[in-house]
Every structure is written in C-alpha cells, then in structure tokens.
C-alpha cells in the first residue's frame, strides 16, 4: 500500500525540501550515492506493485511506480532491479507525493539538474528519468479522468 502524505504539500515545496538536503553535500556524486543509499532501506514493492500496470515503459532497467490517492492528496512508491534507477525513482516521487492531480500535471521537476544529479546519468537513465515523471503524471491524470 502506498501512503499518500497526511498534509498536502506541492511539489515545489517537495523538491525545495530534498535540493536543500541534498545541498549540504559537497559533490554530485555524493549526493547520488546518498540517494542509492537512502533507496536502499525502501521496502520492496513486491510482486503486487511489480505487474505490467505499474511498469514504467520505455526505461532499460526494470522500473514500476505505483500510486495511491486519498482526499485528494497523492502518494507514489518505486522499484527497480538497478540501484541508480532505483535511486532516481524513489526522489521523483517523494517530490510528487502529497500532491494534488492539478499540481502533479503542472510541475516540472529539476531537482536532477539542479543538483548536479542528471549530468552524472547516461542520456538513458536522463530518459528514464523523464519516463518515470510520464508515468507519475499519467497515474494521477487517468484517476482525475475517472
């Protein structure tokens, strides 16, 4: 089960939060290491979030991303079989949860840049990263559609 935040918070506010812990670490690279560090105390999704519905399609890893609304207010969790994607994931949707539909179809994460982060991923993981947000958006819209 994915717990959507308690309070509703933006994602500006989101990736505001993580840039500016992030920050304190001197380089690039440590920042994303500490991310990898960080995705790996996550409890795995299972086989239950890991089915073709929760799939991200288009990453070379192996990458699914479930959601859950409640009043609201969203909550995204990942996996992935590769611990950088992993790593990368598990950021884009801790920037999105707490969100509303409207703020998640609105916000364009740069986090990634910001930090350094992006320029020490291969033009496939940038891609990947840029699918895994489609699939954050496309979660939230198909459910506001509904």
Wanted: charged share 25%.
């Amino acid at each position: 089960m994915v717990e959507p935040a308690t309070r509703m918070t933006t994602p500006a506010e989101n990736e505001a939060r993580i840039a500016e812990s992030l920050m304190v670490l001197p380089t690039a690279i440590d920042r994303l290491q500490h991310l990898i560090d960080l995705s790996k105390g996550d409890v795995p999704l299972g086989e239950g979030g890991r089915g073709e519905a929760s799939r991200v399609a288009g990453c070379q890893a192996q990458v699914w991303v479930v959601a859950e609304e409640r009043g609201g207010c969203w909550g995204f969790r990942s996996d992935s079989d590769a611990p950088m994607v992993k790593a990368v994931a598990r950021v884009l949707c801790q920037i999105y949860s707490g969100a509303t539909a409207g703020e998640i179809a609105g916000f364009e994460p740069t986090l990634l840049e910001t930090t350094g982060i992006a320029q020490n991923l291969t033009p496939t993981r940038r891609e990947g990263a840029r699918r895994i947000v489609e699939k954050i958006r496309g979660c939230a819209a198909r459910a506001a559609s509904t």
